[in-house]
């Protein structure tokens, strides 16, 4: 989305930030009649909470934290007040904060 001339889109427009609206839209559309489908994470691999700043496990209070995947020999060593790598799944079969 936007020109090959590289004129503005307008102030603060992204061809991303333009174009997400149409794919939301169009995915709609597209997946309207079809089953949802969990995400199966593959074998050897943990999802866990981890600290945006840090990159350590979330220790549970902070709300500046992301999910991230590890290979099982590569998950961030557990310190005193972090959290475990979390096992549970959510119904978009995605790993929740609460559950382990």
Known sequence: M????????GKGETGSRTALPIWIS???????????????????ITLMRVNIETGLPSNGNSQETIM??????SIPGEKAGH??????????????????
């Open 68 to 73: 991230e995947a590890f290979v099982d020999s």
């Open 83 to 100: 959290g475990a790598p979390v096992r549970g799944k959510s119904s978009m079969g995605l790993p929740e904060a609460s559950t382990y």
């Open 2 to 9: 936007g020109f090959d001339d590289k004129t503005s889109l």
């Open 26 to 44: 169009y995915m709609g559309q597209a997946l309207k009649n079809k089953p949802q489908e969990n995400f199966a994470v593959p074998s050897g």
